[in-house]
């Protein structure tokens, strides 16, 4: 596969639009249109409003990503939604 140029970058889900739309909200404060990957989608990984994730942007369109990765909150940590 090739490997290209992508910024990956953490969030927090901000709104749920469609299952293949969701809008997150970057740790630098930056609102993106996201759609979950083939493998999210392939194991049925769900993503609700406040869950953290990993984005992935490409250089050329800073508005639009893919998400990538769940983040797992750890035990004791609080949730910021």
């Known amino acids: 596969m090739a490997e290209r140029n ?3 970058m ?13 809008i997150v909200l970057l740790d630098n404060k930056i609102e993106v249109i996201a759609h979950p990957s083939g493998k999210m989608r392939i194991n049925k990984i ?3 409003q406040g869950d953290r994730v990993q984005v992935q942007i490409s250089p050329y369109d800073l508005t639009k990503g893919r998400i990538t990765y769940r983040l797992r909150i750890k035990k ?3 949730n910021e939604s």
């Open 10 to 22: 953490d969030g927090t889900v901000k709104e749920l639009i469609s299952d293949s739309n969701i």
């Open 46 to 48: 769900h993503l609700l």
């Open 6 to 8: 992508f910024i990956t």
């Open 76 to 78: 004791g940590e609080k």
